[in-house]
Structure formats: C-alpha cells, structure tokens
C-alpha cells in the first residue's frame, strides 16, 4: 500500500512500496467458491508471535488464506500443518539476481522446499509494484526475473503447485474515466506488461493489481468509494452505468487488458482497504466507516455479480490488512489499516470471527475503555499499553491464589485470543468481582482500569455484578 498524491477519482500514483495488506480470498468462479483471506505485514515492535497468530486465524476466524511480504521462515513454519493458503513476496532488490538461474534456484531450495509441502505454498509474487518505482533495472528484469523463477519451479516439480505472478499499482494505467478508455501507460504497455500479460496466459497465472478506492475519493466522491447511494458513472461508450469506484477500478485494469488482447487472463485483487483512523479533520476516516468499506468489499466480491464489464464473476481479492503496524511510516492511515490490534482484538469485525468467538463490543471494539456507560456493571481490564511482563505477574498472583481460572487455561471459553493482555484481563476481572469491587481491587500496580462496557464475547463471559 502506498500514501497518497495527486490522483484521479480512480488511480493513485506509486509513491513507497507497498509493506502489507488484507486479503479476501476468493477464486474466479461463482461466488460460492469464495474463500478469505489476509495480508499479514510485520512492520510493528508489538506483534504477537507468528504461531500465536496462526492458530487464531485458524481456531477463531474463517479466514483461510495469507499473504506475506516476505518469505519469514518462521512464519512459514508456524503455518505449516494448517491447510491455510499462503503466498510469499520476494523484495524488488532480489529482482536483478533472480534473472540467473542459479540464484533463482537456490532461492526456491532455501525458502520454498523446506516447508512445502506441509506449509501450503500457493503463489511467488515477484517484487511489489515494480512499475511505480520507476527503476529501470527493476522494471527491464521483472519478467526475465519471473521467467527464471518459473523454470527453477520446474526443475523442482513445483510448478503445477506454485504460481509465479507480480503485483501492480494503479499507477499503470491512463485514461481511466470512463473505465472504457483506460490503457496501460505508454511505454510500459508494450515493453514490459505486453510480455508480461503473455508470459502470464503461458503459465495459468493470474495479473495481479492493488486498487485503493481510499486513494482515489475526494469529498464530492466519498459515497462512490464507500458502495453508497449516488449518482454514479456513466460511461457513454459501452453505455454502462457504475455504482462504485470499486467497479470503475477493475473495469479499467480490464479495458487497458483487452486493449492489448488480454482479457482471458484472469484479475486478482492483491490489496484493498480502508483505514480506521486518520490524522485530524480528514474526512471519511474512522472505525464505522472502515469496518463499512470492508464488508461491503466482501459483499461484492462474494456475490458473484461481478463488474459491468466482467459480469458474473468473482475476483480473488486481498483485503489490507491483518495488523495495524505502528513502524510504518507515513501518515497516520498507514499505521492503521488492521483488521485487528497487535493483541488479536479486533479494531472492529466485518464478519470473519467465528460464532464461537465473535465479540459483542460496541461498533469500536474498545474493550479496554474507562468507566462511561449506565448499565450500572463495572469490570476491570486490563489498560492500554501496560508492559506484558507486569500483566503476566497480575496472571500468576491471581491464579496463584487459587481463584477458577481454568477459562483461560488452553480448551477453555476464554482461551482465544492466546495473548497476554486477554488472560490478564480475565485474571484482573476475577480478582477485581471476587474481592467485592473496590476499585483499589482493579489497580493492579497501575495496569489495570475499571469499564462499564462488557469485555465478554462468545462463549467466553466475564464476572460481573450490580455495583
């Protein structure tokens, strides 16, 4: 994902290179096969780690699909026995020495055969938007790069298991309104997407492109990115009618496609999101209208419905992001795409957490919030940002004194999500009701706080009592 710059209601140009993003996975056949998924970045000092993270996506989501921005094997690892779908992204600076084939080779021994097949490796992303960096040594060897990559899948027998593909910014394309005109970007459009475009009929891969409807909206057009009722886009040419940017945008990639007689290549929706927080006064940016842009995303995607130009389909389609990542620079909105915290609690759910463990927080999912609601209950939490070794002293004292905390214990209704923070949560909350709630009972060496908003969810219920 990239910051924003000047732009037209439906591109934006490449300015950094993408860190992470948010998946939803989906295949291109009818909207029944759809699956989800989620781009998992790393660009943060306070992630839980990788194994954490697995069996939480597996055990309290329905996602079942990630993308990496790198080839962590750790992460790999972690992942492994887990059916879970992942792609892997190797940097744009390896680009130049994937073109020999010795090195290409070596990079799938050393990164790919360790772990597959256990971990369930489905496609290579050569490098992250190459065109927009505007490098020409990049963008010269970019499909040499995937050639070499591909033949050294061969000569290991992973080919028929693995694709090999490269993402793109909207930055590729002029001309896009209406979607009808768009074409790739002169120069590049024969050069280097043409044999692009070919190379990937060749091997059954798909293009790959990230659109950000975030990127593309102005004031006037907020309801055109965010699926509401407007006016909409007529495009006078075909004589179709766009309901949303989301639509223009695909069509447009489609149109500059077919342009170049490369419509039968299929389309994958690497990154698409919307972040929930922003810096001050920008519009169209918070919880609500974040957790509103994403499920309605999925909605489309799922439906089956397709675009105008593409009727009946559905698109493979990476939704940013898992985390918020505090690292990334940027402004405020790079930092805050995540579905969930570092801590696995949702920033707000759009309906990939389980029954089992789907939380009944209000539309911000702040459970950590100060005492502010009527509901004359109380419970103590743990606060924002208390250090993790402090909150796994509150565990050992409380559970230490003998109080029920089988809950927390691996099997139990609050187990998930397997974090510090959760089972210190639960642990202040015991100690907190046991002790009569007295609000000294919640100080816990200052880390923890008392809320009137219930942090139960699921099966996973927190004691509490009419003060």
């Known amino acids: 994902m990239r910051l924003s710059s000047s732009c037209s209601v439906f591109i934006y140009p490449a300015n950094i290179i993408t860190m992470v993003a948010f998946l939803i996975i989906l295949s291109t056949g009818s909207g029944a096969d759809a699956s989800i998924g989620v781009n998992y970045g790393t660009l943060a000092n306070n992630l839980p780690p990788p ?7 597996l055990h309290s989501t329905v996602i079942n699909r990630i993308r990496l921005f790198n080839a962590d094997p750790q992460i790999l690892q972690a992942f492994a026995h887990t059916g879970v779908a992942v792609t892997v992204t190797i940097s744009n600076d390896q680009i130049p020495h994937l073109t020999n084939l010795s090195f290409a080779q070596r990079w799938i021994s050393d990164h790919i055969q360790p772990h597959f097949p256990s971990t369930n490796i489905i496609r290579i992303l050569v490098g992250n938007e190459v065109i927009s960096t505007a490098n020409h040594l990049l963008i010269r060897n970019l499909v040499p790069a995937m050639q070499s990559l591909h033949t050294a899948l061969v000569s290991a027998s992973l080919h028929r298991r693995i694709q090999i593909s490269t993402p793109h910014s909207l930055g590729i394309l002029s001309h896009t309104t209406p979607p009808s005109s768009a074409r790739f970007r002169q120069g ?15 091997i059954a891969s798909p293009f790959v492109v990230n659109p950000y409807p975030f990127f593309g909206y102005s004031p006037e057009t907020l309801d055109f990115a965010l699926f509401r009722t407007n006016p909409g886009l007529f495009d006078q040419d075909t004589k179709l009618h766009y ?31 919307w972040p929930s927080k922003g810096d001050k006064d920008q519009i169209g940016v918070d919880v609500a209208t974040a957790a509103e842009f994403n499920r309605k995303v999925m909605d489309r995607v799922n439906s089956g419905t397709g675009t105008p130009l593409m009727p009946n389909r559905t698109f493979e389609t990476y939704i940013f992001a898992l985390f918020n990542e505090n690292l990334k620079p940027g402004p405020v909105s790079e930092r805050n795409f995540g579905l969930f915290r570092s801590d696995l609690i949702p920033v707000y759910d759009i309906g990939i957490l389980r029954p089992t463990v789907r939380a009944s927080d209000p539309p911000e999912n702040n459970r950590r919030s100060p005492v502010g609601g009527s509901s004359g209950k109380r419970w103590c939490v743990t606060k924002s940002g208390a250090e993790t070794e402090a909150l796994q002293r509150n565990i050992d004292y409380v559970c230490g004194l003998g109080l029920d905390c089988e809950p927390i214990i691996e099997g139990g209704p609050c187990f998930l999500p397997n974090t510090v923070e959760a089972h210190s949560a639960y642990a202040m909350n015991l100690f907190y009701q046991t002790m009569g709630r007295h609000e000294f009972d919640c100080d816990f060496d200052k880390t923890g706080e008392i809320t009137s908003i219930d942090p139960s969810y699921g099966d996973c219920q927190y004691q509490a009592e009419f003060v």
């Open 188 to 202: 590049y459009d024969t050069h280097v997407l043409k044999p692009l475009l070919s190379f990937l009929r060749t």
């Open 51 to 57: 194994r954490q993270v697995a069996e939480f996506l």
């Open 243 to 273: 309901t949303n940017m989301f639509d223009a945008q695909l069509d447009s990639v489609y149109s500059a496609m077919e342009r170049l007689g490369f419509s039968d290549v299929a389309i994958v929706v690497g990154e698409i999101g």
